[in-house]
């Protein structure tokens, strides 16, 4: 089967909530879920991130799914936040 190997780019995430800065965990799940497919032709259908995540540039943190030929993480770091947008930049490898 085809690896995944290492997918870098950047995306944007409205923020979750009233005042509150943090990033909305469903649209980030959808979010990598679209990276992933635009950068590999393959659709993750599991794709698990973290709540509560602050929307502060250079906040890092890793989402999980499923890839072809077994588990990858998704790392995640916030470049700029302007409103209720953030945007990030994503690469993924294998886990493990």
């Known amino acids: 089967m085809r690896r995944l ?3 870098i ?15 909305k965990t469903e649209q980030t799940e959808q979010t ?12 993750p259908t599991d794709v698990r991130c973290p709540s509560g995540e602050s ?8 989402c999980h799914f499923t890839g072809p030929d077994g ?4 790392y995640l770091r916030v470049l ?6 953030v945007v990030y930049h ?3 490898r294998p886990t493990g």
């Open 5 to 7: 190997g290492v997918t």
């Open 9 to 23: 780019g950047c995306f944007l995430v409205l923020l979750a909530g009233c005042g509150e800065n943090t990033i």
């Open 32 to 43: 990598v879920t679209r990276f992933v497919a635009k950068q590999t032709a393959f659709r």
């Open 55 to 62: 929307a502060e540039v250079g906040v890092e943190f890793q």
């Open 71 to 74: 588990p990858y993480t998704a």
């Open 80 to 85: 700029s936040v302007d409103g209720e947008k």
């Open 90 to 92: 994503i690469v993924t």
